[in-house]
């Protein structure tokens, strides 16, 4: 597979839809999104990616950000969305950065832009493909809250203009944002402080087993038995606060619920770390045996079946 296989064309609305609401992160939260110069990836005839250009959110970032007026706001964009397929993604190298590079071209072959804003939310991903397409960094946004309102069925909405005052619902620590410039009008001086993008580091398995076992204290006489017990035990508080959430918000997992299980999942780690510890071996060795032996039997056809030796 090589890039002479994708093109890059415009695509309608109703197009981006399925590749938004399968792999946009921003699914969980709002099905909803802005139309406006949506530009499809193509792999052949097939739409395996969507990169969707619109105005800036609001009026006064444009005015906090470069500080122009209303009637000097034009030629400015935001790419709103991105999403690629992960199965073309994984496949191709560089292959999101090659599409926005190509989006962007194909934008400004037919409309003014003096700046495009991008925003990579902290919660999910860190923007390293705007980085690799040349858009300057500029540090987080400030901190803010949301309005979430109650529903009838207990789970909760973003409240997103208007008085909230009569509303039932709670505030909320809004995720922040990376924020990315990718600036064609030299003329512009932007307000914000231009940082130096560094990309946070991944941990490796067999590193966080190393630190986890320096905070694993217990007696040598439980070794085994007690990270047998507490993954067992921290299992379950993931498993409560699933139920909770099917209890109290009709199965809604909004992103506050989705932390707090996400802290249980961390727990959990921490426990499956001890006892790999304590069997004398490494995650990542675990992790490869899984993975062989789930690829042997996706291979042999017994994916589905039952037992452990088939």
Not at 62 to 72: A, D, I, M, S, W
Not at 123 to 148: C, E, I, M, R
Not at 161 to 182: A, D
Request: glycine content about 8%; proline content about 4%; overall charge positive.
């Amino acid at each position: 597979m090589t890039k002479a296989d994708y093109s890059v064309r415009l695509v309608s609305k109703a197009s981006c839809v399925p590749l938004l609401h399968n792999y946009h992160y921003l699914s969980d939260i709002s099905k909803g999104f802005k139309s406006g110069f949506n530009v499809g990836l193509h792999h052949r005839d097939h739409l395996v990616g969507v990169c969707i250009f619109t105005g800036w959110p609001v009026p006064e970032l444009l005015k906090g950000c470069f500080g122009l007026p209303r009637t000097e706001q034009q030629g400015f964009w935001e790419l709103s969305r991105l999403v690629l397929h992960p199965k073309y993604q994984k496949e191709e190298h560089n292959l999101a950065s090659w599409f926005v590079s190509r989006s962007v071209k194909l934008l400004r072959s037919s409309h003014e832009v003096r700046s495009i804003l991008s925003y990579a939310d902290k919660g999910y991903h860190q923007g390293t493909v705007y980085a690799a397409s040349n858009f300057k960094y500029y540090g987080l946004s400030a901190p803010k809250k949301d309005f979430w309102i109650k529903q009838p069925d207990g789970s909760f909405k973003k409240h997103s203009r208007g008085p909230v005052k009569q509303l039932e619902g709670e505030w909320r620590t809004r995720t922040r944002k990376h924020r990315f410039l990718l600036t064609y009008d030299k003329s512009l001086l932007c307000k914000w402080q231009e940082e130096k993008w560094k990309k946070e580091p991944e941990v490796k398995l067999d590193d966080y087993q190393t630190q986890a076992s320096k905070t694993a204290i217990y007696n040598d006489t439980d070794v085994i038995i007690y990270p047998a017990l507490g993954l067992f035990s921290e299992a379950g508080e993931v498993a409560g606060k699933v139920k909770k959430v099917l209890r109290d918000k009709n199965g809604h997992f909004d992103p506050v619920e989705r932390e707090k299980i996400a802290d249980e999942v961390g727990d959990v780690l921490w426990y499956m770390a001890a006892l790999c510890t304590d069997l004398g071996i490494g995650m990542e060795t675990i992790a490869q045996r899984n993975l062989d032996k789930l690829n042997s039997r996706m291979a042999r056809g017994v994916i589905q079946g039952s037992g452990d030796n088939r």
